[in-house]
């Protein structure tokens, strides 16, 4: 049976996927075997580097769990204040006035080729240098203000994007009826354009929940991932341990993530689909009816 995509597989085809499907199979064991076995060689799979997260819970109450929850504080700030930032940047690099326009323009070029660690570095230094922020509390501010410079211009580009992707003819039809632009883009554009944007938005978020970890690289800030440095050091060194209880924490939050990303399309494309009406001719007659006295009128 063939598609309109693509024609049917062949016997050779279907015996070349299944001889490539065995081979990628086989590579992978091969390298996940080479990596047991080295981190077995190297003693890295002892219990006693293993035992701190399996019993007792000083580990977890210490380090993780402390460390998770700044991670979470500085990811949902950092969401709270980029998402409505980057869809006003974004909605304003649409506008028809050059003032709004060319400003929303450079702002978002300017933080988005800047490095987000760089915004960061440069944040500890202002709070440092011109606030009254404690000096426990600045690595935090720093970390929030470098993730929502960088990504709410990132996100900027995202919401211009999937605007700008819904076909011209819905943005000509509205201003036919005379909805003024405020209205097309409240009531026509964004309705649809969220659902297209969502997978690059939720791709967006899960970067800013890894970007946290920069923060505890170079500005102290006790995140997940330097709170596992700093337990890798007290329990003896057991690095590997510690690094993969940490990815395996941000892998879970990630996923849940995109999860919920994913429910949230689906409810909203099903929405749309139920809330559609069909006209009957009646009803056609009537709006025809009305749509010329209405024209008339104008």
Do not use: C
């Not at 940047?89 to 760089?118: C, K, Q, Y």
């Amino acid at each position: 049976m063939s598609s309109v995509l693509y024609d049917a597989q062949g016997p050779r085809a279907k015996r070349r996927n299944a001889v490539l499907t065995v081979v990628f199979l086989v590579a992978v064991a091969a390298l996940l075997w080479w990596v047991y076995k080295a981190l077995k060689d190297k003693g890295q799979l002892e219990w006693a580097l293993w035992e701190p997260f399996f019993s007792g819970s000083e580990a977890w109450t210490t380090y993780i769990w402390p460390g998770l929850q700044n991670t979470l504080k500085a990811a949902a700030l950092a969401v709270i204040i980029a998402l409505p930032l980057g869809a006003v940047l974004g909605i304003a690099r649409l506008s028809d006035h050059a003032w709004v326009r060319v400003p929303a323009a450079i702002v978002v070029e300017f933080f988005r080729s800047i490095p987000v660690l760089v915004l960061m570095i440069f944040g500890l230094a202002l709070f440092a240098e011109y606030t009254n922020v404690s000096s426990d509390d600045r690595p935090l501010y720093a970390v929030v203000t470098g993730l929502v410079l960088y990504n709410a211009s990132v996100l900027a580009e995202i919401v211009r994007a999937g605007i700008l992707a819904l076909p011209k003819g819905q943005s000509e039809a509205a201003m036919a009826i005379g909805l003024r632009k405020g209205q097309l883009m409240r009531l026509i554009l964004l309705p649809q354009a969220v659902t297209a944007m969502l997978p690059a938005i939720v791709s967006q978020l899960v970067v800013i929940v890894k970007d946290t970890a920069l923060g505890g690289a170079v500005l102290t800030f006790a995140e997940l991932l330097s709170s596992a440095n700093t337990m890798s050091g007290y329990y003896g060194a057991n690095v590997i341990a510690s690094f993969t209880v940490v990815s395996v924490i941000f892998i879970a939050l990630n996923f849940a993530l995109t999860s919920f990303a994913s429910w949230l399309e689906r409810r909203l494309r099903q929405a749309k689909k139920s809330t559609g009406a069909v006209v009957g001719a009646d009803e056609t007659q009537v709006a025809g009816t009305t749509g010329t006295g209405a024209g008339g009128t104008i």
